[in-house]
């Protein structure tokens, strides 16, 4: 499942390689408040599973989380299944931008 409010907090984190948004790119794959919304649990993945950035990336997404109002707990879990496919993934946008159709 993936919370819209959740979304639309994680949308300004961009990809720190393509300079576009992780929630148009289609990384977020799932994205959850727990309880009361004091924590959250996101599932996501990158555009390449080789990505030298990605310990910063993946705490770029935490820190954002952890900006959130009342959130105090925030998990990050980083997958590559299913593997990324911006042809299917990414927003209509993102496609255009990137040549995809």
């Known amino acids: 499942m993936r919370d819209p409010v959740l979304l639309e ?3 300004p984190v961009q990809d720190p390689e393509m300079f576009l948004s992780i929630v148009d790119l289609g990384l977020i ?3 959850n408040f727990r309880p009361e919304k004091t924590g959250a649990d996101v599932v996501m993945t990158l555009t390449s599973p080789h990505c030298p950035v990605a310990d910063t990336f993946v705490a770029n997404v935490k820190n954002r989380l952890l900006e959130y109002p009342g959130m105090v707990e925030a998990e990050v879990k980083l997958v590559f299944e299913p593997k990324w ?3 299917t993934m990414a927003s209509d946008e993102v ?4 040549g995809i159709w």
Do not use: I, M, T
């Not at 496609?95 to 990137?98: C, H, V, W």
């Open 9 to 11: 907090w994680l949308h």
């Open 29 to 31: 794959y799932e994205a």
């Open 85 to 87: 496919d911006p042809k």
């Open 95 to 98: 496609k255009d931008r990137l």
